[in-house]
């Protein structure tokens, strides 16, 4: 580690005298785990000094000049959740020394650290480095961090304890010269059983889920394999590799399952370089042939028994002596606390801790507050959580009381831990480059009207999840929640509003093998109301006993999108300005002229009204293949639709070119590509140009698909490319002035 951080140093002063090129430096700094970020709420650093942002680690505020003059994020590994005493207090001192004082916890059990110079990555990588931490290809092309249940090895409901499997995968891989050629990132997960979401092997890209068998009347472990997993823009649900595969088998496998990727992969394309793309491409079946192929290939290395071995003697969790009791009572809060932040081992006496963390975030503060707690009560038995939590585990009982009353000292004792309180949320538009809507801000407000409400919650509604995301890249996992949200924008006359895509239908059982659909864009403003009506609704409709994914699906999605159609408009910006900003922000989301419409009615263009239509469209094809029991003549259908949804879309944007284009799907096709594609209008600025590559597949095939998993991810594509519509729509009328580019022929809406 520290040759490599000597190196990276060197690297940074090189790129300063211009010596490396700004993108191969990019990534050498991706790999090292530091990305460029947002400033001012809405602000991209895109090397020019155009905004005054705040820099914590100098106390100046300076516009960037260079790279190097704007702060970035740093990403830290924290393998499977496991961390110390010693290392929280590490990461607390740099928070406190190189950041703003706030140590964030991710939905993949990492630790992320805001406005950090640059220049002082290095020297925050030895300090970590000396505690056992490192930030090695916690980005870029690489196997990312390896996640874990957190409550592996004290679950009751697991069949062994993966922890000192996942640490040994860390470990084999990290730098592995068999992972350094992927065209994109790859994603691990580890969980102890089929049932429950703790571990979400499904929606990773390569998983292994806990599996036992007898052989010769002795209980042999092993795994699961599944591969192809993964949220993002196009969710894929993963595809079992092996049904049982021996433990020593696991680095091996893993191994062989990393060339195929790297050898096969692809590289160009970016949006399609992901494991997931190449498993639906080739078929799971051709998929394990490759990998078996590669198996007997590999030449056998010692290291694959021994990491296993040394990882299982090595994990340990010690455990202290119970504290003395001193008859304490417990501060304020205790049992309302205790109902749902503490879980009973499965070891009798003990019980897990769960800190619920607001948005994930931990003061720097509060870290040595926890740091303190730990040495007395539990040790280094701490792991983050992949709902932004931190777990405290082998908790003496008779401990809980002192405990909470120390937790509650430091500020660290909100309870609704796992409750539809514990809202899941991206960093959204207040750091990240890709953020369209304000997920941070949104789910604040969240958390704070159904902490108000909370006394009214049922059992069943105490259960129900909620995840909120900036974008279609589901940071914040919306696809497998019970209600999802991923950030948006839409144009209302000559402004952008603020909206988020509702998502329906997702669930973290079975690994999180289930994943929801959007059914519409609700404002960003009225996306509280939104939740208020969906539990209202279900608490209403319900059988006993039924679970919100269940209500959804015997309800139908199409009956309640018209129970909140309503809730979809926008009030004209004179009307009620408080929908043109966005969740804790003051300003504007957007500024232009406004239109003044003509008939005395708002003036709808014939563009906006393609553009509705392929959102009804794309809409229709979800209801179909969302539904388990329709033919196969029906799931093909719902792809046809998708795919006339993005003709659709397409046509929409060519007629802000000629109202009277055609509008057969050859012609649409040809012509989007000739005066959209070929001069560069259309693109996606988020991951290349990956939408109009869904297009182009969708048009090859006549919009037919194989097979309903084919049919579903073509209704994800087709509503990615109605939203890049949109956004290219709204640059076209930022271009002429904040107007709509079609008004001669605009058509005015009669209501």
């Not at 996640?147 to 860390?170: K, N, V, W």
Request: hydrophobic share 35%; proline share 4%; charged share 25%.
């Amino acid at each position: 580690m520290a040759a490599e951080i000597d190196e990276f140093e060197v690297q940074i002063k090189l790129r300063k005298q211009l010596k490396i090129d700004e993108k191969v430096f990019a990534e050498l700094r991706l790999r090292r785990g530091a990305y460029g970020q947002r400033y001012d709420n809405g602000h991209r650093y895109d090397g020019i000094r155009t905004q005054e942002i705040p820099f914590p680690r100098r106390g100046l505020t300076k516009g960037p000049d260079t790279e190097f003059d704007a702060p970035g994020m740093q990403r830290i590994k924290i393998p499977f959740g496991k961390m110390s005493a010693e290392q929280l207090e590490v990461l607390a001192d740099c928070a406190e020394e190189y950041s703003n004082g706030i140590l964030h916890i991710t939905t993949r059990q990492d630790v992320q650290l805001h406005f950090v110079d640059i220049e002082d990555t290095p020297d925050m990588h030895r300090r970590l480095g000396a505690a056992g931490i490192t930030t090695r290809e916690a980005c870029g092309n690489s196997v990312r961090n390896v996640t874990g249940c957190p409550l592996a090895g004290i679950c009751q409901t697991e069949l062994f304890d993966i922890s000192p499997y996942a640490r040994a995968e860390h470990l084999f891989l990290l730098g592995h010269p068999d992972v350094q050629d992927f065209g994109r990132k790859f994603k691990i997960a580890f969980s102890g059983c089929s049932g429950e979401g703790c571990g979400r092997a499904m929606m990773h890209d390569l998983g292994f889920i806990a599996a036992t068998r007898v052989v010769e009347g002795r209980e042999e472990r092993g795994f699961r394999v599944v591969v192809g997993g993964g949220l993002g823009p196009v969710p894929h649900v993963a595809k079992e590799l092996y049904d049982f595969m021996p433990e020593a088998r696991m680095l091996p496998v893993s191994q062989a399952i990393s060339r195929v990727y790297a050898r096969l992969g692809e590289k160009r394309n970016r949006a399609k370089a992901r494991v997931k793309f190449l498993v639906a491409k080739l078929g799971i079946d051709e998929f394990r042939r490759l990998v078996d192929a590669e198996l007997e290939a590999l030449e056998p290395d010692a290291r694959w028994q021994q990491w296993v071995d040394d990882a299982e003697q090595s994990h340990c969790e010690w455990r202290l002596a119970p504290a003395t009791s001193d008859g304490a009572r417990p501060d304020p809060g205790f049992e309302e606390w205790t109902e749902t932040n503490v879980y009973d081992q499965r070891q009798p006496e003990f019980v897990a801790v769960t800190i619920n963390l607001p948005l994930g975030d931990l003061t720097s503060r509060q870290a040595r507050s926890l740091t303190d707690i730990m040495r007395r009560y539990v040790s280094d038995a701490l792991r983050t959580t992949v709902d932004q939590n931190l777990l405290l585990r082998w908790v003496h009982r008779q401990d809980l009381v002192s405990l909470y009353n120390d937790l509650y000292d430091a500020k660290l004792t909100l309870s609704g831990a796992g409750t539809i309180t514990d809202v899941t949320s991206c960093p959204g538009t207040d750091t990240c480059k890709l953020g369209i809507s304000s997920s941070r801000g949104l789910s604040a407000e969240l958390r704070a009207r159904l902490e108000a409400r909370s006394l009214q919650f049922d059992a069943t509604l105490k259960d129900v999840t909620i995840k909120v995301s900036g974008c279609n890249n589901s940071c914040g996992q919306h696809h497998i929640s019970d209600i999802g949200f991923y950030g948006s924008s839409r144009n209302v006359g000559s402004y952008k509003v603020p909206h988020f895509l509702l998502l329906l239908g997702g669930a973290l059982e079975d690994n999180a093998g289930n994943y929801g659909l959007a059914i519409g864009a609700i404002p960003s403003k009225r996306v509280p109301e939104t939740v208020d009506r969906l539990l209202d609704l279900y608490s209403a409709e319900r059988e006993d006993g039924e679970a919100f994914r269940p209500w959804v699906m015997r309800v139908g999605k199409k009956a309640i999108k018209g129970k909140l159609q309503d809730l979809m408009a926008v009030p004209p910006y004179e009307q009620d300005d408080s929908f043109y900003v966005d969740w804790h922000d003051a300003r504007e989301y957007s500024i232009g002229d406004i239109g003044v419409g003509e008939c005395a009615g708002e003036v709808i263009t014939l563009t906006e009204f393609s553009l509705a239509s392929a959102e009804s469209k794309v809409f229709d094809a979800s209801l179909i293949v969302d539904d388990p029991t329709v033919t196969r003549e029906r799931v093909l259908e719902s792809s046809a639709l998708a795919y006339r949804a993005m003709v659709l879309a397409a046509l929409g944007l060519l007629k802000t070119k000629d109202p009277d284009t055609r509008s057969d799907p050859e012609t649409v096709f040809s012509d989007f590509e000739r005066q959209f594609i070929d001069t560069q209008l259309f693109f996606e600025r988020y991951i290349g140009n990956s939408e109009w590559s869904y297009f182009q597949a969708a048009h090859e095939t006549g919009g037919v698909a194989r097979d309903r998993d084919e049919a579903r991810r073509r209704v994800e594509e087709a509503q990615l490319f109605i939203e890049a519509s949109h956004a290219c729509y709204m640059r076209l009328c930022q271009a002429q002035g904040g107007g709509s580019p079609v008004l001669p022929w605009a058509v005015a809406n009669p209501t």
